[in-house]
């Protein structure tokens, strides 16, 4: 059964940074690109930041490129989400998952299997 830990949200000023941590049990953690989406009051839910599973260049989404930045401790079945220069648009609950199947690249497309989400954490910017 595939957890998701999301951690790390908080309530900061528009300009301020945040560190995401996403804890991760239940599968092959190594093989699987792992990525980053958000959900706005009344928006669906989008994709932010994916890091693939070898550990090289990271998809970002147009909104956040430059700002944020994705990473991945391995032995810890860890990714973390750096959010720097935050915006109030950036305001959202944040989501981690894994990519639809072992080995699987960055890309976007290739996190769009249903899947059960974890509680997700909270981010709130300031104006």
């Known amino acids: 059964q595939v957890v998701l830990v999301e951690s790390g949200g908080d309530l900061v000023q528009a300009g301020g940074s945040l560190r995401l941590s996403c804890a991760s049990s239940g599968f092959p953690f190594g093989q699987y690109s792992m990525a980053w989406f958000r959900q706005s009051p009344g928006k669906e839910r989008e994709f932010v930041v994916s890091v693939p599973w070898n550990g090289g260049d990271t998809y970002s989404s147009d909104s956040t490129k430059g700002r944020f930045t994705v990473s991945r401790d391995d032995p810890k079945n860890t990714i973390y989400l750096q959010m720097n220069d935050l915006r109030p648009d950036d305001t959202a609950v944040y989501y981690c998952?894994?990519?639809?199947?072992?080995?699987?690249?960055?890309?976007?497309?290739?996190?769009?299997?249903?899947?059960?989400w974890g509680q997700g954490t909270r981010v709130t910017v300031s104006s």
């Open positions: 998952r894994p990519a639809d199947y072992p080995y699987a690249g960055p890309s976007p497309d290739n996190f769009r299997a249903f899947r059960s």
